[in-house]
């Protein structure tokens, strides 16, 4: 596990100007992979609809820039960030991150769904920037056309695989949160991000006519559709059901054993997303499904909920 130490903040300030430089907008980050600085609009009600318009930091994501000055700005207001993030879906990169996660405790292998949905539809993920995360997944770095917007997702392609893209960020490498270092792979750090492959992005994408929504955060400050201090509007829990199918389905799957752990993975993907409530009701029903008493399963939920809301329950939109 990486030291955070008095260099810590100096180190993941370099690193985000490095980022900047490549064009990539960033903000600062704490080691929890949250926002650094909090929503100025906490606490206000009705809740604010506000994503930097104020004119003031602590929107999260919102707050990302590629202008040095900005940059330095933003850190010397958040002096304990440890990390920085990229917002994804921004010009001129129009950052789309896979997010893989591979942890045998929850039966989860990415990287091999990632190989069967190439396999089934016929794409290959070019050599791109690869970041390794302290959990032992990975992140690909791929870019998407003008003309295209990829919502982020949990989970909706395949157990695993989570996507950052319009509204949501990736921890940048160079970053230390409290589970470790965030690490280019080795091999990859001279690359450039690569376009994403047609038939991914086809995946990606929602079908013509239907309109894309990034996540939504259902607490002031946070990300991935993140820090806007917006909650869900209306049509959120049918939105919230689309995106979360393939949670569903993981926690449906679970067997003996594996009932409970399966169920509050799920429930933390969701809550990072921001539709941790309006899919709460439909991972229960799953839950239950399985064999798992409704009381074990809502309290596994509430448990998620609370992980993923630290900080004055800010939802962690991370990858």
């Known amino acids: 596990m990486a030291t955070i130490d008095r260099q810590t903040p100096t180190l993941a300030l370099a690193h985000a100007l490095a980022a900047a430089g490549r064009g990539l907008p960033v903000f600062p980050l704490s080691a929890t992979k949250l926002p650094a600085l909090r929503s100025p609009h906490r606490g206000e009600q009705p809740r ?18 590629t202008d ?11 002096p304990r960030a440890t990390g920085y993030g990229i917002a994804c879906g921004r010009a001129p990169h129009r950052l789309i ?15 091999g769904a990632l190989r069967q949905l190439a396999l089934q539809h016929l794409f290959t993920i070019p050599p791109t920037v690869t970041v390794l995360t302290p959990s032992g997944g990975r992140h690909l770095w791929l870019t998407g056309p003008a003309d295209a917007t990829v919502p982020n997702s949990a989970g909706r392609l395949a157990p695993g695989i989570d996507i950052r893209g319009s509204g949501g960020y990736l921890v940048g490498p160079g970053s230390v949160t409290a589970h470790g270092r965030y690490r280019l792979a ?11 492959p047609r038939a991914l992005l086809r995946l990606l994408t929602p079908p013509p006519g239907r309109t894309a929504r990034t996540s939504t955060s259902s607490a002031p400050g946070t990300a991935t559709g993140p820090a806007t ?24 799957a679970a067997h003996e054993g594996q009932r409970n752990t ?3 993975w799920a429930a933390c993907r969701a809550y990072e997303h921001g539709f941790g409530e309006a899919l709460a009701d439909a991972l229960t029903a799953a839950a239950v499904r399985t064999g798992l008493p409704e009381h074990e399963a809502r309290a596994a939920i509430a448990s998620a909920a609370r992980l993923t809301s630290g900080r004055g329950g800010e939802a962690d939109g991370a990858a």
């Open 97 to 111: 991150g896979i997010d893989l996660d591979v942890d045998p405790a929850y039966g989860s292998d990415a990287a």
């Open 229 to 252: 201090g917006t909650g869900p509007g209306p049509g959120a829990p049918a939105t919230a059901a689309r995106r979360g199918e393939g949670l569903v389905q993981f926690v449906l």
């Open 262 to 264: 399966r169920l509050f």
């Open 68 to 78: 040095p000055s900005a940059v330095r700005a933003l850190f010397a207001a958040a």
């Open 186 to 196: 080795p091999g990859t750090a001279h690359l450039p991000p690569a376009p994403c």
């Open 48 to 65: 604010a609809h506000c994503r930097g318009e104020c004119g003031l930091p602590g929107h999260g994501v919102h707050d990302a820039t």
